[in-house]
């Protein structure tokens, strides 16, 4: 098991900035790939990026690209995500998770978060 906490949403103006942490208790996430992922209301969950293990590949959704940026502190044993130019449509349960594939498929991550709430206010 490798339990995930995220933390960091919150409410924000349109335009504003966030930055989700996404913990792991009693295992390295160093050995994982991360991925981030959200979840708005009445949607299906979407991926929004991901950092690979080891080679630490980086993938985005296009919707983010740009805007959003995905990094890990191993010594911490953390993953961010750093939002920035927030938009309405960003507002969603945000949700980590982990698998130790280097380029998981999106449904099939092995280990999730319960999430964190984003909120954008227009």
């Known amino acids: 098991q490798v339990p995930l906490v995220e933390s960091g949403g919150g409410l924000v103006q349109a335009g504003g900035s966030l930055t989700l942490s996404c913990a792991a208790s009693?295992?390295?996430?160093?050995?994982?790939?991360v991925g981030w992922f959200r979840q708005a209301p009445g949607k299906e969950r979407e991926f929004v990026a991901r950092?690979?293990?080891?080679?630490?590949?980086?993938k985005y959704a296009d919707s983010v690209k740009g805007r959003f940026t995905i990094s890990r502190d191993n010594a911490k044993n953390m993953v961010y995500l750093q939002m920035n130019s927030l938009k309405f449509e960003d507002t969603a349960v945000y949700l980590c998770?982990?698998?130790?594939?280097?380029?998981?498929?999106?449904?099939?991550?092995?280990?999730w978060g319960q999430g964190t709430q984003v909120t954008v206010s227009s």
């Open positions: 998770a982990a698998d130790s594939s280097i380029t998981p498929p999106d449904k099939e991550y092995t280990y």
């Open positions: 009693g295992r390295p996430l160093r050995r994982y790939t």
């Open positions: 950092i690979s293990w080891s080679v630490g590949i980086i």
